[in-house]
Nanobody, 123 residues
């Protein structure tokens, strides 16, 4: 049984930083693509970042230059380093794992999801 557990969320002032972690169990992530999504208050879930099995990365435009996704396969963990946080980054952040490549911005491409971690950015 695959489990993804996010951690690292919290309350931070605008301009601050947080690092989210996503620890996987039940499968080794080395062969899988991993993604981060978020759901802002009152809005739909949206794509944030993706890292393929070969560590190629993709980001939504609003976080480029501020967020960095990375993976540490030996720890079966994926990270999202978030710098220069803005109030519009406030959301529940979810990590997800996919056995497929391609349409990585589409949440339906991911088979496993974590429960999420809350990030709140005060202005």
């Amino acid at each position: 049984q695959v489990q993804l557990v996010e951690s690292g969320g919290g309350l931070v002032q605008a301009g601050g930083s947080l690092r989210l972690s996503c620890a996987a169990s039940g499968r080794f992530i080395a062969s899988y693509a991993m993604g981060w999504f978020r759901r802002p208050p009152g809005k739909e879930r949206e794509f944030v970042a993706h890292i393929s099995w070969d560590s190629t990365t993709y980001y939504t435009d609003s976080v480029k230059g501020r967020f960095t996704i990375s993976r540490e396969n030996v720890k079966n963990t994926v990270y999202l380093q978030m710098n220069d946080l803005k109030s519009e980054d406030t959301a529940i952040y979810f990590c997800a794992m996919s056995p497929r490549s391609g349409r990585f911005r589409d949440g339906r491409e991911y088979d496993w999801w974590g429960q999420g971690t809350q990030v709140m950015v005060s202005s």
